[in-house]
Nanobody, 111 residues
């Protein structure tokens, strides 16, 4: 079955950086788009970034120019490099593939 395991979250000051990782298994990783979503307290889950199987990418307007999504098909991994973090980036970040979700990793941006 599809398994997605996120890691790399934590507490960071505004302006700082974090790199999230998602380890995927149970499906043909290279054939599918991979996505990162986030959910802030009291808000709906929202799409942050997506990378398609051909390598093209999509970013939410709120993170364009600050976040970079990438994938390593040899390792079945997807990454989210987050730079210039803002307090409004705080939330639980989820990896998604097909219709399956990981358990999430908490990102807190605070001084």
């Amino acid at each position: 079955q599809v398994q997605l395991v996120e890691s790399g979250g934590g507490l960071v000051q505004p302006g700082g950086s974090l790199r999230l990782s998602c380890a995927a298994s149970g499906f043909t990783f290279s054939s599918y788009a991979m996505s990162w979503y986030r959910q802030a307290p009291g808000k709906e889950r929202e799409l942050v970034a997506r990378i398609f199987n051909g390598g093209s990418t999509y970013y939410a307007d709120s993170v364009k120019g600050r976040f970079t999504i990438s994938r390593d098909n040899a390792k079945n991994m997807v990454y989210l490099q987050m730079n210039s973090l803002k307090p409004e980036d705080t939330g639980v970040y989820y990896c998604k593939a097909i219709s399956e979700w990981g358990q999430g990793t908490q990102v807190t941006v605070s001084s």
